[in-house]
Every structure is written in structure tokens, then in C-alpha cells.
């Protein structure tokens, strides 16, 4: 009775158990890779949100501060005055591994039409000399996991 009852049990065999570990090791081997893809994507946006906070940061404390104070100290004081460029300084708490560089330009204002409004053609240029108008550039740079080097930038203005 018990030789009778093995012989109809019905269970797998182990050419079909191992077709069925090779067709699910065949699927899963390109989820993997797609994961390892999303955290890498995921890893590169942090890293490009921090840059551009540190950015905005910069470019805040700047707009924040007196016209004379941004022309002779800023970022650092007696550091930086137009038309040089301030070394990579490493970025503040919070933003290891990052640097940012402080770029400042005396420039021209458009000119502006007879009613007062400025003239939509023209563009702000770079003047040879002193106004009341600096143009700030705040780039951010960091290296990624790869070794690449990525940069972010932004610009703003402030006026006397």
C-alpha cells in the first residue's frame, strides 16, 4: 500500500526545479540592475539639490547685505571685490564635500527708454568701471561617486 502510494504522488523533478531557478535568476538579474540605476539617479539628484541650496544660500546672504558690503566683504571679509574671483571655499556645515566660488562684476544698465521702462533689446553689460550695479555669479562645485566633477551655477544682481 505505501509502495502504491509513491508511485502516485506527483512532484517535480530536479531538471524542472533547476529550468525554474534559471528562468527566475534570468528575470531578476535586470531588476537588479535597474535598482542599482535608481539609487545611483537618487544619489545624483541629492547631490544636485545640495548644490543648488548652497547656491541659493550664497546668493540670499548676498542680497541680504548692504551694496557696500557685498562690493568690499563678501563672501569673506576684504576678500573679495569686483572683478576677481574668490578661491573654492568649502561649503558651510552641512554641506561636506561641496565648495563654491563667488564671482563679481561692476555692470552697465541698459539703457531706458523715454517713459522710463527699460529698453527689452538691451542687455546688462560688463562696465569698466564702478556703478551702482554688481552682478554676482554663485558657482557650486562637488565630485560624485564616479570621480566626475559636477558644477552648478547661479546669478543674481544688487544695486546700491
Not at 531538471?15 to 535586470?30: G, N, R, S, Y
Not at 543648488?52 to 566683504?73: C, Q, Y
Not at 571679509?77 to 563654491?100: A, D, E, R
Amino acid at each position: 500500500m505505501i509502495r502504491r502510494n509513491m508511485r502516485e504522488e506527483a512532484g517535480y523533478s530536479l531538471v524542472e526545479v533547476m529550468f525554474a531557478i534559471m528562468l527566475l535568476t534570468i528575470a531578476l538579474l535586470p531588476m537588479v540592475g535597474m535598482f542599482d540605476m535608481g539609487i545611483n539617479s537618487a544619489t545624483q539628484s541629492s547631490q544636485y539639490e545640495k548644490a543648488r541650496a548652497l547656491a541659493n544660500l550664497k546668493m540670499e546672504e548676498a542680497k541680504s547685505l548692504s551694496f557696500t558690503a557685498v562690493r568690499d566683504n563678501f563672501p569673506l571679509g576684504g576678500n573679495g571685490t569686483p572683478y576677481t574671483t574668490v578661491n573654492w571655499i568649502n561649503g558651510p556645515g552641512g554641506f561636506t564635500g561641496f565648495q563654491y566660488r563667488v564671482e563679481k562684476h561692476y555692470m552697465s544698465q541698459p539703457p531706458t527708454g523715454q517713459d522710463g521702462p527699460v529698453d527689452p533689446t538691451q542687455t546688462f553689460t560688463e562696465s569698466g568701471t564702478a556703478t551702482g550695479l554688481i552682478r554676482i555669479k554663485v558657482a557650486v562645485q562637488w565630485l560624485a561617486d564616479d570621480g566626475s566633477t559636477y558644477q552648478y551655477s547661479t546669478l543674481g544682481l544688487v544695486t546700491a
